[in-house]
């Protein structure tokens, strides 16, 4: 959804518009009537208080998009992270509260999702969700400004180096580095060899680009970009560009759209070749389509996250609470990203509980003393240094129409070589 170096994204023919649903203005600090106690109050267990926070409630926001591109990744984040704060609640809440989400719909519209922070900022003491990186950026300010505690949907290298704002993972180059790795490794890519890389414009594709380009710099591969608007869904001219360059793999830095016709093309005009996608880049929607035997044949994707399909118990755990919750409802990488990111925020909020004040630069700073943050749906994430990224380890995946959300395990998390090397060199 949004680089630079200090870092799922966007959709759109038939199939474009069947997946077009797959896919935060000055406020002050002080609170509206209800909202919780000025952050120079403590309650009457002498927990210090602040907007969002009363004796009996603590309120989260949820910037997010229903209504459109990503909606269904939207809706996925918002009942998974409901579900957290029901199962939190009945489990006696945080810090003795009751934890409340406060939900804003922006449809992927910057301008509404300023006005929606100017409306939900006064009340609430943290954002566990805002989908979009455009959004995130123009709220950069406010945020920091505010000492709200955010975790985007979004993870370009950009949004890196505020205290206030957590990209969650792995940044878009990162992720990159980590596929060329998989390629040279697996699919016998050598030296000389010719890498397609379409992306899209703007932080999310600028950011992939820089990694994928440093990586194949490394390994004396040639990158060979097609830049591709977000309103693209026909990459037929991008296949065509890529086979005569001699492409011997194509990355992919752009929605679920523009991956299935990428490959599905790719795959109808003989240029078979392996494809590594972001997590952004996939919806288990995509098994639904003509495009779905292609995807299963030439696809990998790389996440910070694991498949939903993941034998890790706190993973399966999850999916059967939430097929219990939501009958019905499709279980995809958002439920995982926002059911994590909710369980991230409850042990910042149940740590700056313990050190006695639930004042937003407090809950910041609880957060940023996190160096080993483990909720057992993933890898543990270090929280502590700003300018980098919470982790360097990425899993591989690989499309499967039977599995729960279309998508199952082939390298468990490691961190690719080179990635502690790239860093140091953009530090």
């Not at 990209?167 to 878009?172: C, E, F, H, K, P």
Request: glycine share 10%.
């Amino acid at each position: 959804m949004n680089s630079q170096h200090h870092r799922h994204r966007t959709p759109g023919t038939a199939l474009a518009a069947a997946l077009t649903a797959l896919l935060i203005a000055a406020t002050g600090c002080s609170s509206k009537a209800g909202g919780g106690n000025s952050s120079d109050d403590a309650d009457a267990d002498g927990v210090k208080s602040g907007p969002g926070v009363s004796a009996k409630t603590i309120r989260l926001g949820a910037l997010t998009d229903l209504t459109g591109p990503y909606a269904t990744l939207g809706k996925s984040i918002v009942q998974a992270q409901q579900m957290w704060a029901d199962e939190t609640n009945a489990d006696g809440g945080i810090c003795g509260r009751k934890v409340e989400i406060v939900v804003k719909d922006h449809g992927y519209d910057v301008q509404k999702a300023v006005t929606a922070y100017a409306d939900i900022a006064p009340d609430v003491v943290a954002l566990p969700q805002v989908i979009g990186s455009p959004v995130v950026s123009a709220l950069l300010d406010d945020i920091e400004r505010d000492h709200v505690l955010t975790f985007p949907q979004a993870w370009a290298a950009s949004l890196l180096g505020k205290d206030s704002i957590q990209v969650l993972g792995t940044t878009y180059d990162v992720d990159m580095i980590a596929a060329v790795d998989f390629l040279t490794r697996t699919k016998g890519l050598a030296q000389g060899d010719t890498v397609g890389h379409v992306y899209f414009e703007g932080d999310y594709g600028a950011n992939a680009l820089e990694g994928s380009t440093w990586a194949a710099e490394k390994a004396g591969l040639k990158i060979v970009g097609q830049k591709i608007k977000a309103t693209d869904t026909d990459l037929s001219a991008q296949v065509t560009a890529l086979k005569k360059a001699g492409a011997k793999a194509i990355l992919i830095s752009a929605g679920p759209a523009q991956t299935a016709s990428l490959v599905g093309v790719a795959a109808s005009r003989g240029l078979s070749v392996p494809v590594v996608s972001s997590a952004p880049g996939f919806a288990p929607q995509l098994m639904k389509t003509p495009a779905a035997p292609a995807l299963e044949a030439m696809l990998h994707v790389v996440s910070a996250a694991p498949a939903v399909s993941s034998a890790i118990p706190g993973v399966q755990h999850m999916v059967s609470a939430y097929e219990k919750k939501y009958p019905g409802s499709q279980v995809d990488s958002g439920v995982l990203s926002g059911y994590n990111a909710a369980h991230l925020l409850g042990a910042d909020l149940e740590k700056a509980c313990a050190a006695g004040s639930l004042a937003r630069e407090d809950v910041v700073k609880a957060h940023r003393s996190q160096k080993n943050a483990d909720t057992g749906l993933g890898t543990p994430q270090n929280f502590s240094d700003v300018s980098r990224p919470a982790s360097l380890s990425t899993y591989v995946l690989k499309p499967d129409g039977k599995a729960t959300g279309g998508l199952v395990g082939v390298e468990d998390a490691h961190r690719a070589p080179g990635a502690e090397e790239y860093l140091t060199s953009r530090s």
